[in-house]
């Protein structure tokens, strides 16, 4: 029976950091507001032309080192972000190309924050039956570029940050790697609340024009969140999620080492580790650094927390995450 490994992560950030203050500057808020309501103390933005499949392609080739393979052995690309390079194609065609991949499969996924964890489920799925054997699973946003960094967008803008994080995933028999292994995973979305974060515009659907002068003076290019609403999902289902997929696999919270949850808001990651019980001690977070970097935040979390010496071969760890859709998704896996 093939299972899929989890056999070199990486990630790549820019090398600008935007500290709170540095907003401050540009808009009404200040750092005491964003650290308190956040816990997001910088984040990173781009200072030059740059997507995300760039950033992908660090976090790519800092993975595949790590597993000790050559970027040849991919045989796939999935690639989750919402902040594409360009509307079309995906940004995992533009990544194979730098990667000098031709022909080999290359799929953008779009699921926002829970992008990197549906990704890892189509790849896992695709190595347990035989399709492929390495999989090159990405999360990168240029969130930068589409900010309102007027006191308008004052919400959005102190949360979201640029970053990729990638993972290689490999495939491994069941009898040689034993308990090691990604486990399941379990995916949800409930469109009924698209339009409590979103980007409008442009939109096929705009008619006449995807996206005109009056569109632009309204700000629905950039993100328009309902704050809120975000906030009382996400504590509901994200401790929801955590729960079924550790039922799935007979296991309980007892059984987790560290929870790597998306990293969309201290508050929230403090709120749903209330709800079920654990302590903040088993609830990985680098958030205060990097801010909201959406379908990257998954893998760079696991590259930090894995740098940091917070996890190690033989851990239980539970991926989880809430956003935009609205979706929301675990992962439990045996690293
Ligand atoms: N600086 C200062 N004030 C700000 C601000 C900022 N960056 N952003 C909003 N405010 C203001 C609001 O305008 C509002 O002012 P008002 O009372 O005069 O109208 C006030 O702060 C309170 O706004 P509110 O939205 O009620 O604050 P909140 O306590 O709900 O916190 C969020 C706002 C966005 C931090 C919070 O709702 C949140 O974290 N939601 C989840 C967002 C998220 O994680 N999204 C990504 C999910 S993947």
Same mark, same amino acid.
């Given at each position: 029976?093939?299972?899929?490994?989890?056999?070199?992560?990486?990630?790549?950030?820019?090398?600008?950091?935007?500290?709170?203050?540095?907003?401050?500057?540009?808009?009404?808020?200040?750092?005491?507001?964003?650290?308190?309501?956040?816990?997001?103390?910088?984040?990173?933005?781009?200072?030059?032309?740059?997507?995300?499949?760039?950033?992908?392609?660090?976090?790519?080739?800092?993975?595949?080192?790590?597993?000790?393979?050559?970027?040849?052995?991919?045989?796939?690309?999935?690639?989750?972000?919402?902040?594409?390079?360009?509307?079309?194609?995906?940004?995992?065609?533009?990544?194979?190309?730098?990667?000098?991949?031709?022909?080999?499969?290359?799929?953008?996924?779009?699921?926002?924050?829970?992008?990197?964890?549906?990704?890892?489920?189509?790849?896992?799925?695709?190595?347990?039956?035989?399709?492929?054997?390495?999989?090159?699973?990405?999360?990168?946003?240029?969130?930068?570029?589409?900010?309102?960094?007027?006191? /308008? *967008?004052?919400?959005? $803008?102190? !949360?979201?940050? +640029? &970053?990729?994080? @990638?993972?290689? #995933?490999?495939?491994?028999?069941? =009898?040689?790697?034993?308990? /090691? *292994?990604?486990?399941? $995973?379990? !995916?949800?979305? +409930? &469109?009924?609340? @698209?339009?409590? #974060?979103?980007?409008?515009?442009? =939109?096929?659907?705009?008619?006449?024009?995807?996206?005109?002068?009056?569109?632009?003076?309204? &700000?629905?290019?950039?993100?328009?969140?309902?704050?809120?609403?975000?906030?009382?999902?996400?504590?509901?289902?994200?401790?929801?999620?955590?729960?079924?997929?550790?039922?799935?696999?007979?296991?309980?919270?007892?059984?987790?080492?560290?929870?790597?949850?998306?990293?969309?808001?201290?508050?929230?990651?403090?709120?749903?580790?209330?709800?079920?019980?654990?302590?903040?001690?088993?609830?990985?977070?680098?958030?205060?650094?990097?801010?909201?970097?959406?379908?990257?935040?998954?893998?760079?979390?696991?590259?930090?927390?894995?740098?940091?010496?917070?996890?190690?071969?033989?851990?239980?760890?539970?991926?989880?995450?809430?956003?935009?859709?609205?979706?929301?998704?675990?992962?439990?896996?045996?690293?």
């Amino acid at each position: 029976m093939r299972r899929s490994i989890i056999a070199g992560v990486g990630g790549a950030l820019p090398d600008r950091v935007v500290t709170n203050q540095e907003l401050a500057d540009m808009m009404d808020t200040s750092d005491a507001w964003i650290v308190e309501r956040s816990g997001i103390r910088e984040r990173r933005w781009v200072d030059c032309e740059m997507g995300g499949s760039d950033l992908a392609l660090a976090a790519s080739q800092q993975a595949v080192a790590q597993a000790g393979l050559s970027v040849k052995d991919i045989d796939c690309i999935v690639f989750a972000t919402l902040s594409p390079d360009y509307n079309f194609p995906g940004s995992a065609c533009l990544l194979q190309d730098l990667l000098e991949l031709p022909g080999i499969a290359a799929l953008d996924v779009r699921n926002q924050c829970s992008g990197f964890i549906y990704s890892l489920s189509v790849a896992d799925a695709w190595i347990r039956c035989g399709q492929y054997d390495c999989v090159l699973v990405v999360g990168a946003e240029v969130h930068s570029t589409g900010l309102d960094k007027t006191t /308008r *967008g004052r919400d959005v $803008t102190c !949360l979201f940050g +640029d &970053g990729a994080g @990638a993972v290689l #995933l490999t495939a491994g028999d069941l =009898g040689e790697v034993g308990e /090691r *292994g990604l486990l399941s $995973t379990h !995916l949800h979305a +409930d &469109g009924k609340y @698209a339009k409590a #974060l979103w980007v409008e515009a442009p =939109g096929s659907r705009l008619y006449p024009d995807r996206l005109n002068q009056q569109m632009l003076a309204e &700000g629905k290019h950039y993100t328009q969140m309902q704050g809120r609403r975000v906030f009382s999902h996400a504590i509901k289902y994200l401790p929801q999620v955590i729960l079924q997929g550790l039922t799935a696999n007979g296991l309980s919270l007892d059984d987790m080492d560290l929870l790597v949850p998306h990293q969309a808001n201290l508050r929230i990651n403090e709120a749903a580790a209330k709800v079920l019980g654990i302590s903040m001690d088993k609830v990985y977070s680098n958030i205060e650094r990097y801010g909201n970097t959406t379908a990257a935040s998954i893998p760079l979390a696991l590259r930090d927390a894995e740098e940091e010496g917070r996890i190690h071969r033989g851990d239980l760890l539970v991926l989880a995450s809430f956003g935009a859709g609205f979706t929301w998704a675990s992962a439990v896996l045996r690293w």
